[in-house]
């Protein structure tokens, strides 16, 4: 059976970073795509970055490109999310989530991914 579980998520002032982990079993991180998804309250869920699995080749949306770095250990089987330079903006539940398929690129689409962490909870305030 597939578990992603996120953890890292809390209360952060703007400007300042946090840092997500999605760690998997029953799930090899190195052979599906994975990627980061978030979905603010009223909003829609959005892919924000994702990472190959062939060659750990990273993909972010325009909206957190320079600020955040998806990134991959294979001896962990995790995933993490750097999160730099935070905004009010960015405040959401953010989830890990894998295709159930390898991927030089990944996609940004929800339906693309067939397993889901619960998500955690990131929110930017001063």
């Known amino acids: 059976q597939v578990q992603l579980v996120e953890s890292g998520g809390g209360l952060v002032e703007p400007g300042g970073s946090l840092r997500l982990s999605c760690a998997a079993s029953g799930f090899a991180m190195n052979k599906h795509g994975v990627g980061w998804f978030r979905q603010a309250p009223g909003k829609t869920r959005e892919g924000i970055a994702t990472i190959s699995n062939i060659d750990t080749t990273s993909y972010y949306a325009p909206s957190v490109k320079g600020r955040f770095t998806i990134s991959r250990d294979d001896a962990k089987n995790t995933v993490t999310l750097q999160m730099n330079s935070l905004k009010s903006d960015d405040t959401a539940v953010y989830y890990c989530?894998?295709?159930?398929?390898?991927?030089?690129?990944?996609?940004?689409?929800?339906?693309?991914?067939?397993?889901w962490g619960q998500g955690t909870q990131v929110t930017v305030s001063a």
């Open positions: 989530a894998g295709t159930d398929y390898g991927t030089s690129w990944p996609s940004f689409e929800p339906i693309d991914y067939a397993y």
